[in-house]
T-cell receptor
């Protein structure tokens, strides 16, 4: 019940295309869902995060769509660029307790020039 | 703002030695700090959660005596890998939660690459 399932494992997108990464969770206590971007040898960096009281949040080219009833959320990267090539992780956290993150398994995105 | 640093950025040590990794919140006080390890091409796995002035809470399967965590102040936490062995070679990442923050956000450090020969 603590798992966060992420798909696809890897993704190749043409420059200018839309990258879509999906995550699903089971624990209904989760109330914070961030997405992180990680380049090789670096720590993860927060891209965007959402709470269950909204169904969508957009920041620049990055959009999170959230479906509370399905317990799913996704990251959309519009106008994907070669510089977006990285590994993306979704995570989930509950405000009750330690606020610890449960990370998804990661998606390696490659954007072709 | 919200910068977390780690030192060293990489370390190579011989099998059987102990290695200490520092995690500092530079511009905020951290209520809670988290330690993760990440193997190549894998996700971040939470090792332990530490609160300033109290004992760390370790995740299931993480050896407390092997991975010693000390959170002596609101801006510093240390992870000591005792009697390191080659299988401990990994990327260790810390994160911190802002004492004054109201949300769940964690700020991550740049990571420490540990190689045990």
């Amino acid at each position: 019940q603590q798992q966060v399932k992420q798909s696809p494992q890897s993704l190749i997108v043409q420059k200018g295309g839309i990258s879509i990464i999906n995550c699903a969770y089971e624990n209904t206590a989760f109330d914070y869902f961030p997405w992180y971007q990680q380049f090789p040898g670096k720590g993860p960096a927060l891209l965007i995060a959402i709470r269950p009281d909204v169904s969508e949040k957009k920041e620049g080219r990055f959009t999170i769509s959230f479906n509370k009833s399905a317990k799913q959320f996704s990251l959309h990267i519009m106008d994907s660029q070669p510089g977006d090539s990285a590994t993306y992780f979704c995570a989930a956290s509950a405000s009750s307790g330690t606020y610890k993150y449960i990370f998804g398994t990661g998606t390696r995105l490659k954007v072709l020039a | 703002g919200a910068v977390v640093s780690q030192h060293p950025s990489w370390v190579i040590c011989k099998s059987g030695t102990s290695v200490k990794i520092e995690c500092r919140s530079l511009d905020f006080q951290a209520t809670t700090m988290f330690w993760y390890r990440q193997f190549p091409k894998q996700s971040l796995m939470l090792m332990a959660t530490s609160n300033e002035g109290s004992k760390a809470t370790y995740e299931q399967g993480v050896e407390k005596d092997k991975f010693l965590i000390n959170h002596a102040s609101l801006t510093l936490s240390t992870l000591t890998v005792t009697s390191a062995h080659p299988e401990d070679s990994s990327f260790y990442i810390c994160s911190a939660r802002d004492f004054g923050g109201v949300g769940n956000e964690q700020f991550f450090g740049p990571g420490t690459r540990l190689t045990v020969l």
